[in-house]
Structure formats: structure tokens, C-alpha cells
């Protein structure tokens, strides 16, 4: 099983950046596909997007096109989100995401780290 923990959130200022990190865990932890998710108040929990085991691809929402890059240092077991041009409605709480053996970067995930607060003002 792999551990997950976020850390990179905080509160900023739309239109500014922010880098989020997941560090992974516990045996094979390179061997999982890796993505991100975010869940705002009253909302249900939504993909932001996925990277693959080699990260040589990724799936990124539309919502956050152009704007966030999902990327991996498996030698140091670290998923990163690069977030930029932050609007408030990316407000949310950010999880890292690990899938199973046949997953694809849009899922399906099965573990979950315990989430990043992210806020942005306007």
C-alpha cells in the first residue's frame, strides 16, 4: 500500500502560483499511476488530472487547461502540481492520488492523501 502526503497549499492572490507536493510511500511507489484532485466546499471531489507511471503522459481537465502541469520525480517518489494564472473558484482542497496496476491518468484512483488547502483571493 502507498502513503501519500500533500504539502504546497496556502492562501494567494488570483493570478499568482502555487506548487503543490505529494511524497509517496511504502513499497513500489513508482509503480502507480499518480494524480490530483480537489473538492470545494459543498462540491463533489473532481479529477484535475494524471500522470503516468514513466510520466511521459498526462490528462489535465479542462477546467484547468493551460493553466496547471502535473509532473513526477520518481527517483525522489514526489508528484508535483504547478499551478498557475490561480482564479478564486480553484479554491479547494487539493489530494494527491494513487491508482491501481491498470490505471490510466484519468483512474480509477484508490488512495488518497489527506489534502492541501488551497485558497485564492481576488
Known amino acids: 500500500q502507498v502513503q501519500l502526503v500533500e504539502s504546497g497549499g496556502g492562501l494567494v492572490q488570483a493570478g499568482g502560483s502555487l506548487r503543490l507536493s505529494c511524497a509517496a510511500s511504502?513499497?513500489?511507489?513508482?509503480?502507480?499511476?499518480m494524480g490530483w484532485f480537489r473538492q470545494a466546499p459543498g462540491k463533489e471531489r473532481d479529477l484535475v488530472g494524471g500522470?503516468?507511471?514513466?510520466?511521459?503522459?498526462?490528462y489535465v481537465a479542462d477546467s484547468v487547461k493551460g493553466r496547471f502541469t502535473i509532473s513526477r520525480d520518481n527517483a525522489k517518489r514526489t508528484v508535483y502540481l504547478q499551478m498557475n494564472s490561480l482564479k478564486p473558484e480553484d479554491t479547494a482542497v487539493y489530494y494527491c492520488?494513487?491508482?491501481?496496476?491498470?490505471?490510466?491518468?484519468?483512474?480509477?484512483?484508490?488512495?488518497w492523501g489527506q489534502g492541501t488547502q488551497v485558497t485564492v483571493s481576488s
Open positions: 492520488a494513487a491508482g491501481g496496476l491498470s490505471s490510466t491518468p484519468r483512474g480509477p484512483y484508490a488512495s
Open positions: 511504502g513499497r513500489t511507489s513508482s509503480s502507480y499511476v
Open positions: 500522470i503516468t507511471r514513466g510520466g511521459g503522459s498526462t
